[in-house]
């Protein structure tokens, strides 16, 4: 299996598994706590533990990553690219601690970036035809799923925080009511 799609699975599982101990702690499950765990999950794995990942890659293995995009290696650009995986990385990981606005952007930083990537690589592959596995392959892949799906996680959390606050709202006036 090639090495993009680890992230991916290894971030499912982990979601699941936690999912599965929380049952068997008998927590409570509701619908927001399972999205509230994938996205966690999502935001903490794929994206930090994945872009640090990225980041030794672009700064360690730059040559050995540079030819697996098809470029050229020794460019000061895969240094910059490094150091903002490095950054994109330590958000994803701050999400463990920081919740609220903090995984919007995030999310935002993360999915402009990786949706950007794509952009270059297949711009890449139309001008240049490089096909090169790094370039076209299952990292290309994972750039444009990896946002799309943390979007979507993000927005279903976010209306889901808001239906829980209305509803709090609507119990606590009924129970004023009562009185």
């Not at 270059?120 to 240049?128: D, E, K, L, S």
Request: hydrophobic fraction near 55%.
């Amino acid at each position: 299996m090639d090495f993009a799609y680890v992230f991916f699975f290894l971030t499912i599982f982990v979601a699941i598994l936690y999912i599965f101990i929380s049952k068997f702690k008998n927590k409570p499950l509701g619908k927001k706590r399972i999205v509230e765990i994938f996205l966690l999950t999502f935001l903490v794995l794929s994206v930090g533990i994945g872009s640090i990942w990225a980041f030794i890659g672009h700064y360690f293995l730059s040559a050995q990553v540079a030819a697996s995009i098809g470029w050229a290696s020794g460019n000061p650009f895969q240094q910059e690219v490094a150091f903002a995986n490095l950054a994109i990385g330590v958000l994803g990981v701050l999400c463990y601690w920081f919740r609220g606005n903090f995984w919007t952007a995030t999310v935002i930083s993360s999915s402009i970036f990786l949706l950007g990537d794509s952009y270059v690589h297949i711009m890449n592959m139309f001008q240049f035809a490089n096909y090169a596995p790094g370039n076209a392959g299952s990292v290309l892949y994972m750039d444009i799923i990896g946002p799309i799906i943390i979007i979507i996680l993000l927005i279903v959390y976010r209306a889901m925080e808001k239906e829980a606050i209305k509803n709090s709202i609507k119990s606590l006036e009924n129970s004023l009511k009562k009185e």
